[in-house]
């Protein structure tokens, strides 16, 4: 086994010679099978893993993916900025991908849940998306993190075909189900029946992403949410359905 700082560590039970270590202690303390030692000596205290706070490791990794994406951050990056050695990161995480899908977790329930909330939340499908897409501007530009949406921002330039799947499987989820909600307002009557819920759901899943890179190119909260009004025009607002 191996410390944080990858020095080696024994284990508790057995040695190389299959015998345990209070034997080799006692043999070494009195002199006895080893020629060029005599009296007691002290024992070497035992190595300790050194202890590290898991969640602000993991918060430290999703910074660092968010900001260089998943193929430009080694794990040297990360033990890095996680502060912790090799073995550590793979003993608590597993390995890079591993990892990373955990940061992914993570990054949807603390920084990018306000898609979900908002199709949760609002009674029309074009109440959510504008509020997403006006907290998008917001979520994009905060400071104290990296601008845009790691999501988006992870997939550029990955050659690791199952990240770059999991990435995008993400965002056609997130399309869909802004197409199945609008599709339901038709359905209702809430948009006009020869409304084009997929070319809808989809406009506004080019919109988010192209917010995201504009954020990471230094576009302004405000600039943003200018780009999110005008965008919102396009949409119906009412539909013909009487009944």
């Known amino acids: 086994m191996v410390n944080d700082d990858g020095t080696a560590r024994a284990e508790r039970h057995g040695t190389a010679t299959g015998k345990g270590d209070e034997t080799a202690t006692a043999r070494t303390a009195t002199g006895k ?5 005599t009296g007691k000596v002290r024992g070497r205290p035992r190595g300790r893993p050194r202890s590290f706070d898991r969640e602000t490791a993991l918060e430290k990794a999703l910074l660092a993916f968010w900001e ?3 193929e430009a951050t080694s794990v040297s990056d990360l033990t890095r900025v996680m ?5 550590s990161l793979y003993a608590a995480f597993g390995d ?5 899908e955990e940061v992914v977790q993570v990054y949807g329930t603390r920084y990018g849940s306000f898609t979900d909330r908002a199709l949760a939340e609002e009674s029309t499908a074009r109440d959510a998306v504008e509020r997403m897409l006006r907290e998008a501007a917001t979520a994009y530009t905060e400071p ?4 845009g949406c790691l999501v988006v921002h992870a997939a550029a330039n990955c050659s690791t075909p199952e990240v770059e799947q999991s990435l995008r499987d993400r965002r056609n989820a997130n399309i869909a189900a802004i197409e199945s909600r609008i599709r339901a307002d038709v359905a209702a009557g809430a948009l006009p029946p020869g409304a084009d819920a997929a070319a809808l759901a989809r406009h506004t ?3 988010i992403q192209g917010m995201s890179q504009q954020a990471r190119d230094g576009a302004s909260r405000e600039e943003l949410e200018a780009v999110a009004e ?6 119906p607002r009412t539909g013909t359905h009487t009944g």
Do not use: C, E, Q, T
Not at 230 to 235: F, P, V
């Open 33 to 37: 099978g080893n020629g060029s030692v």
């Open 96 to 100: 890079k991908r591993s990892l990373f």
């Open 230 to 235: 005008i965008a919102m025009s396009i949409w």
């Open 205 to 207: 899943g080019a919109m």
């Open 68 to 70: 260089h994406g998943y």
């Open 144 to 147: 104290g993190h990296p601008h």
């Open 83 to 87: 502060d912790i050695g090799a073995p």
